[in-house]
């Protein structure tokens, strides 16, 4: 955690604080740190003494999960088959990282929503999350989601407040597929039929691109992405997808990809930063040096279109 703070501490601020909101897992590791720092002991103990013990959770691991003999193995579908993370897996930190049952999960959230071991139920009624679900515990088929990810796992809690049921579904797989899931049992349950499941939305823009061509896509994209988590920004569909065909050695496939994101989200700095990226090794640095000044000037605190402009400048 302390590597994580260190690189935070180095960090220019995007706004002051309490004046804009940016999805940042650097938020949650700053937390646990104030927490070890109040207490004097460390983040999983607290996590272990306040929720673990007290709800009697058997089947969760808070560290040293690398050893784990029944850990599953995280997968992601790609460009070139299913991989396994195993490369990429880390220790819990307070921004995620725990290992648990769908029963464990169960009793956590029945104790969060409708407990008192966990919150006293005073506090519930100022603190502004339940505040707002408050409504919703009288109105039926209200569902609430909590979800997480991480390179070949996604899970999600989908709870229908008042009729106190909960849907849990843990994937070994990246999302949305935990998500699409949980919402295919919640339809089932209002007597609907679940959606057919769909290509994850990165492998869908590829498959659409090589077999009808990048205006096809580019004419299509929404749909063609609608497998996807619906609160991520879609401008990193096809970043993501360059990359990997860029790693794979198909430099002018990425090109194409890398070009069209500029055209869908020309207001977004990292994809004219990655289109510089995909410029400079076709060889056209002055085209590049353009992609890069025109990240800046969307995001002048971009630290690699700074360095990037600096370098083609001279």
């Known amino acids: 955690m302390e590597t994580i703070l260190g690189i935070a501490r180095n ?81 819990p930190r307070p921004d995620g990282g725990f290992w648990c049952t769908p029963s464990d999960l169960l009793l956590f959230y029945q ?84 959606p057919i499941p769909k290509l994850p939305a990165l492998l869908a823009s590829y498959e659409a691109y090589k077999t009808n061509g990048i205006a096809y896509l580019k004419d299509n994209f929404e749909n063609v992405t609608s497998n996807f988590y619906p609160d991520d920004p879609k401008d990193g569909i096809l970043n993501n997808l360059g990359y990997q065909l860029m790693e794979a050695g198909k430099q002018e496939e990425a090109f194409d990809l890398f070009k069209l ?3 869908l989200f020309p207001e977004i700095a990292n994809c004219w930063d ?18 890069y000044k025109k990240a800046l000037f969307i995001n002048p605190g971009l630290p690699s279109a700074q360095e990037m402009v600096k370098k083609l400048s001279n």
Do not use: C, W
């Open 11 to 91: 960090q220019e601020l995007m706004f002051e604080p309490g004046t804009g909101h940016e999805y940042s897992n650097v938020g949650y590791a700053l937390l646990g740190a104030i927490i070890e720092k109040v207490t004097g002991k460390s983040y999983v103990q607290n996590v272990k003494e306040r929720i673990v013990d007290p709800l009697g959770m058997k089947h969760i691991y808070l560290q040293e999960i690398l050893n784990k003999p029944d850990r599953t193995i995280g997968y992601m579908k790609t460009i070139n088959g299913i991989e396994d993370t195993e490369i990429v897996l880390a220790e």
């Open 111 to 194: 104790n969060f929503f409708y407990g008192n071991k966990l919150i006293p139920e005073n506090s519930r009624t100022t603190d502004r999350y339940f505040e707002r679900l408050m409504p919703s515990f009288e109105k039926a088929n209200s569902i609430e989601y909590l979800a997480g990810g991480t390179n070949g796992h996604n899970s999600v809690i989908a709870q229908l407040l008042k009729e106190n049921i909960s849907i849990i579904v843990l994937a070994n797989m990246d999302e949305p597929v935990a998500e699409k899931v949980a919402d295919g049992i919640f339809d089932i349950l209002k007597g609907k039929e679940p």
């Open 261 to 263: 994101n500029t055209e």
């Open 274 to 291: 990655s289109y510089g990226e995909i410029l400079l090794k076709k060889g056209d640095r002055k085209a590049a040096l353009d992609a």
